[in-house]
């Protein structure tokens, strides 16, 4: 994945969830995130997955952070061309923290 590409986002809030919002066909999906949290079997509150295009995100699995535009996104490859991105953000009100999806597309 290089810089060269580019971003597309409708910069649409979305909340951070923890396990226990997740559908158990969500969980399923990250069996090996019981196995190996720290809590190792009680359900953990941390706020760390987001809903993407019919998908969920595990924030905390980001092999790869990327400046561009002036942010810092974590991507998501899914091909050599293409990887979902996020970005932290946090609420100037009230503090809590969201993030913004979008699909990074190589310029290659």
């Known amino acids: 994945m290089n810089n060269s590409g580019k971003i597309t986002t409708n910069n649409h809030r979305r909340d951070l969830l923890a396990w226990h919002e997740l559908t158990e066909r969500e969980q399923d999906q990250f069996s090996h995130y019981m196995i190996t949290s720290e809590t190792a079997g009680e359900p953990d509150y941390t706020p760390r997955f987001v809903r993407?295009?019919?998908n969920v995100i595990?924030?905390?699995?980001?092999?790869?952070v990327v400046d561009h535009g002036g942010f810092q996104w974590i991507a998501f490859p899914d091909t050599?061309?293409?990887?979902?991105?996020v970005r932290f953000v946090e609420d100037e009100d009230d503090h809590e923290w969201y993030v913004i999806c979008g699909q990074w597309t190589s310029s290659d």
Do not use: I, R, V
Not at 80 to 85: F, L
């Open 80 to 85: 050599y061309w293409t990887a979902d991105m």
């Open 52 to 54: 993407y295009k019919g």
């Open 58 to 64: 595990d924030t905390h699995d980001g092999p790869t």
